[in-house]
């Protein structure tokens, strides 16, 4: 068993990167990923625990993207899972630097935006909260929201809130699909599509989908993931198979931002492959 999609509070989950292996090795994985947003810079704490603990570590990140042209929703994002890459130098390493900026920028105007909307928040504090600058993000807007009193829970704060298309939601600049396809492949990593289903697209769509991906360069379908039930994950891993990409899986675990997911098991019923891992590997350019 292994998880290949997990965050730490280097980006927007609640757990520091060190502590992401030890869950890991609790569950029982052979292998886990950190995939913070964005942003590479916990991965050699992981890589360290990981030793420490017994568990193999695929160093990793989650980049957000435009799915143009895809029959998405208007507003809709595409979340890019890119394995094998290191906090060198590399032409996506060089975006994710930019990506950072932006979503500075975009914070600061989420503050701006929600004192407009009669809730003033401080920027310093979010900041403390999140443990720094680099891993502020909507989550920890959201908690604020909740300290407020203008939401009920994390959920609630999105969903009136801070959603694509909700009053304080401010957009930031994104890549296109094929843009990350194109930039891991220049770094010597693999591409896969995190959680597909959230494109808002039907399972049948997702097959023609699977082919644009093996043509912009990506390895991978993240089929097995935390939350989709057996049939849409057994489903997924048909369409992966078919088009020629590697069926991933991971539990997202983000603590107690996303506390129905657990490292290794998801909602309780997930289980990646050993496999897998090896197969993405074989993928690298």
């Known amino acids: 068993m292994i998880d290949l999609h997990t965050h730490s509070t280097v980006s927007d989950g ?12 609790r569950a029982g994985c052979s292998a886990v990923a950190l995939t913070d947003h964005d942003n590479l810079s916990g991965l050699d704490s992981a890589r360290r625990s990981a030793e420490r603990f017994g568990v193999a570590f695929v160093p990793g990140c989650e980049v957000s993207c435009k799915p143009d042209g895809l029959g ?15 906090d060198t130098d590399g032409p996506l390493q060089d975006e994710l630097r930019r990506l950072r900026a932006d979503r500075a920028a975009r914070n600061k105007a989420l503050v701006d935006k929600l004192a407009s909307l009669g809730i ?40 009136r809130w801070l959603g694509n ?24 990593a693999v591409a896969v599509l995190a959680h597909p289903l959230s494109l808002g697209l039907e399972l049948a769509d997702i ?76 993928r690298r350019a």
């Not at 609640?14 to 090795?25: K, N, S, V």
């Not at 891993?135 to 939401?151: D, K, S, T, Y």
């Open 72 to 86: 998405a929703p208007v507003g809709a994002s595409a979340h890019v899972l890119v394995y094998f890459v290191e």
């Open 165 to 188: 298309g909700r009053v304080a939601y401010v957009p930031k600049g994104r890549l296109l699909l094929g843009d990350v396809g194109r930039l891991a492949r220049g770094s010597h």
């Open 120 to 159: 003033p928040l401080d920027y310093d504090r979010l900041v403390e909260s999140a443990g720094g600058e680099a891993g502020l993000g909507r989550p920890h807007f959201a908690r604020a929201l909740v300290e407020a009193g203008v939401a009920t829970d994390v959920d609630d704060a999105f969903e």
């Open 207 to 282: 097959g023609s989908l699977g082919q644009s991906l093996t043509d912009w360069g990506f390895g991978g379908l993240e089929a097995v993931y935390g939350r989709y039930s057996p049939e849409e994950r057994s489903e997924l891993v048909r369409i992966a198979r078919d088009t020629g990409l590697v069926p991933t899986g991971g539990s997202d675990f983000h603590g107690s931002f996303k506390p129905d997911l657990a490292v290794g098991s998801g909602t309780g019923d997930l289980d990646v492959p050993d496999g897998v891992l090896e197969e993405l590997a074989a």
């Open 14 to 25: 609640t757990e520091p990167p060190e502590r992401i292996p030890e869950l890991a090795a």
